[in-house]
């Protein structure tokens, strides 16, 4: 019954209780005419699928650590989708793209779950990039060439390889820390989705100025700001959990979220490239599971190198 | 005509399938008239007709029968219980030489009923390296028989990327079916011209954004 008892399981619960709240406080706003459509339907539909992704969540964290491995597994692949539908990528890249999806993607997640750090982190940046546009090559169309493997690599690269430092973490085994390193991975999602939370909510009461109009017409510095020291806040709070002290959690916070917010940068501007406003429609009312996955992208590499030089 | 229950499962089936392998959805899909319609769309592999069929709404969807070449669908017991049971598919004959039925009055009859049909104007999978192959001119004559009826111009994204001809392996990338304007042949106009502009309304579907 541990695990219903852990650190983690404890971040759940209050989550969870905080569900209930947010669904309350909207269904209040809504029946009492304060928030009108569309809003209101869009709030709805954000808080349900707020539930399902924490439910989610849970389950995995309280089946072990080979369910997250495999849920992240699942997410690479729904993002690596998305992700190559709105490439340049064509017929002559089909081959290419068959070896991402069914050949690189799997031995990723297999190599991090069976602790193999080492061509874990060499795969994707050296092997893939060295021998997939091998495949390419040899089907002759050279129009586009360069672009085409580039996308297809960052495909890789943001989808996988980044995602896959999510379970990573859990391989983790910190010197002298109380806890497990589920508790750092519940910790990390926590702090950089409430950031992006708290960046919506910011934005929207306070925001003025624009803080890339070209890029995102929504984000703001006044959101910016709010949210990742409300966020960084959060995290400190969390200190006891972690293996941290109160400042240092208050500085990989606001680094993991930093990261987290220049990563939904990075991932907006190739959305406005491409003209898309979503990356998809798997998540009700979030667009793609990569609208919602983009800040973990670019935050979990850089918060596992932090525990890996840092804390062990 | 009443569904078995393995035809009815199969069919449930695959509909789960497509929408949970092609992360399928449907763009702009114009609202059901009072009328018959004829939804035409581009033909680049043998997924195209269970991706258009499973975008509609379910209502909308078992009353939308494919019209398929019975050349293929009649060549094997299975093939030809899935044609008539599993899509109540309209067949036809395609070769003018061996048929003895007017195929457009067969899908014309259907549409007198009030049902729709699924159209590949091409008449053929397109194998070619062309977006879209001449239109060949039955649905122009359908159109005439049935003056009444909306023909609804659809485009099916990305289809020939997840699966293109030679590959085995479907690559998963996502879906969609884009809807154009419901158009009708205008009094007078003649074959040419109405194909070419349904041939450009389904190119512009394909260069669309968002």
Redesign the interface.
Known sequence: MDRFHSPSAYVFYGLFAFLILATLVAQFLIRSGRVTEPTAGNLTQRIRAWWVMIGVLALIFTLGAGAITLFFALCS?AAL??F??ITH???DD??G??IA??LILPLQYLLVYFEVPVFAALLIPVYSFLLLPVVTVFKGEVQGFLTRVSETQWGLMVCVYCVSHIPAILTLDIPLYRYSAFTLVAWLILVVQASDVLQYIWGKSIGRHLLAPRVSPSKTVEGLVGGMLSATVLGMALTPITPFRWWEAGLIALTVTGFGTLGGLIMSAIKRDR???DW???VQGHGGILDRLDSLVFSAPVFLHILAWGWM | MTATIAARMTRAGLVAAARVLLSLRAIDLPPKGSGPRVLVANHVSHADFVALWSVLPKQLRLQTRPVAGADYWERSDLRRWTANHVFRAVLIDRDPASRRSDPVEAVAEVLRSGEDVIFFPEGTRNLTDARLLPLKSGIYHLARTVPEVEIVPAWILNLDRILPKGAFLPVPLNCAVRFGTPMQVGPGESREDFLNRLSSAMLALAEAKG
């Open positions: 692949m989708r998305e190559a539908t990528t064509r017929r089909h081959d793209l068959a999806f069914y003209g898309v406003k998809g429609t798997l």
